[in-house]
């Protein structure tokens, strides 16, 4: 079962995602046509880091304690609930790239699983405020 991301912290100060690529194989012949293998449909690696800057110590606290939680049983990180993704979430029908469907969704039939994709990196800045990294990496994993 995943865990739920902090709920209390703020929205990120910045956020990089990448949609991952599709597992193929590219074959180039000595005349220059190429032939691609596609092995699956599904994309693989998708990306997520999230930057928190100038938080309290408290704050970096409960997201290194997520992180315990999580990888002390090598589990599933949740967004739902959390500000994580605030921003991203399209909240009128029509009202332009929907960014959270890719990043929940890898097709009709699995979602994407994020992981921590190592520690957080917490930084001080000053005394009782930190800046902290985190990254994470969408899992296929079977059922």
Same mark, same amino acid.
């Given at each position: 079962?995943?865990?739920?991301?902090?709920?209390?912290?703020?929205?990120?100060?910045?956020?990089?995602?990448?949609?991952?690529?599709?597992?193929?194989?590219?074959?180039?012949?000595?005349?220059?046509?190429?032939?691609?293998?596609?092995?699956?449909?599904?994309?693989?690696? =998708?990306t997520l880091? +999230?930057?928190?800057?100038?938080?309290? @110590? &408290?704050?970096?606290?409960?997201?290194?304690?997520? $992180?315990?939680?999580?990888?002390s049983v090598?589990?599933?990180?949740?967004?739902?609930?959390?500000?994580?993704?605030?921003?991203?979430?399209?909240?009128?029908?029509? =009202?332009?790239?929907? +960014?959270?469907?890719?990043?929940?969704? @890898? &097709?009709?039939?699995?979602?994407?699983?994020?992981? $921590?994709?190592?520690?957080?990196?917490?930084?001080?800045?000053?005394?009782?405020?930190?800046?902290?990294?985190?990254?994470?990496?969408?899992?296929?994993?079977?059922?």
């Open positions: 079962m995943a865990v739920s991301f902090p709920a209390n912290l703020p929205a990120p100060s910045s956020r990089s995602y990448s949609p991952g690529e599709y597992p193929q194989n590219e074959f180039q012949a000595l005349n220059g046509a190429k032939t691609v293998v596609r092995y699956g449909k599904r994309r693989y690696n =998708s880091t +999230l930057a928190y800057n100038n938080i309290t @110590d &408290d704050l970096a606290g409960h997201i290194i304690a997520n $992180y315990v939680e999580v990888m090598y589990d599933y990180v949740e967004f739902e609930g959390s500000r994580a993704i605030d921003g991203v979430k399209d909240s009128q029908a029509g =009202s332009g790239f929907a +960014l959270s469907k890719y990043m929940k969704e @890898d &097709d009709e039939h699995s979602a994407q699983k994020w992981r $921590y994709d190592g520690p957080p990196t917490v930084t001080s800045v000053y005394p009782g405020r930190s800046n902290v990294e985190c990254k994470f990496v969408a899992c296929l994993d079977s059922p």
